[in-house]
């Protein structure tokens, strides 16, 4: 169970980081 945990918390992090990385310089996709 502890895996899962570890794996849980390094996705949000993962998430929060990529998050905040787009809404601080916005993707440019739709070109």
């Given at each position: 169970?502890?895996?899962?945990?570890?794996?849980?918390?390094?996705?949000?992090?993962?998430?929060?980081?990529?998050?905040?990385?787009i809404?601080r310089d916005?993707p440019?996709?739709n070109?």
């Open positions: 169970m502890e895996a899962l945990v570890y794996t849980f918390l390094l996705v949000t992090t993962l998430g929060i980081i990529f998050f905040s990385i809404f916005p440019r996709i070109e």
